[in-house]
């Protein structure tokens, strides 16, 4: 069964840092993409990072170059979103997604991050 998990959210300080896991458990052969999106109170859920399960290549919206990195542990399955310099509208629920070979995706149950003074 597929399943993902995701751990790391909370509330911090302007300025601060947060470091989100995601576990991915189930098979990984036609996994093919490994997506952070957020989506804040009243909006829409939006693309935020993107790695590839078969390279180290990513991209990132424009608002978060610079601040956040994606990452990958292949070996233990787990997407990393390393989160610097976050500012009151970074504040939303961060979901997890795997794209797979076929068109199936997966997605998380999310985490809350919440950055106030």
């Known amino acids: 069964q597929w399943k993902l998990v995701e751990s790391g959210g909370g509330l911090v300080q302007p300025g601060g840092s947060l470091r989100l896991s995601c576990v991915i458990s189930g098979r990984t052969f036609d996994m093919y993409a490994m997506t952070w999106f957020r989506q804040a109170p009243g909006q829409e859920r939006e693309f935020v990072a993107r790695?590839?399960?078969?390279?180290?290549?990513?991209n990132y919206n424009d608002f978060v170059k610079g601040r956040f990195t994606i990452s990958k542990d292949t070996a233990n399955r787990i997407l990393h979103l390393q989160m610097n310099s976050l500012q009151p509208e970074d504040t939303a629920v961060y979901y997890c997604?795997?794209?797979?070979?076929?068109?199936?995706?997966?997605w998380g149950q999310g985490t809350q991050v919440t950055v106030s003074s």
């Open positions: 790695t590839w399960w078969s390279n180290d290549d990513t």
């Open positions: 997604n795997t794209f797979h070979y076929g068109g199936v995706e997966y």
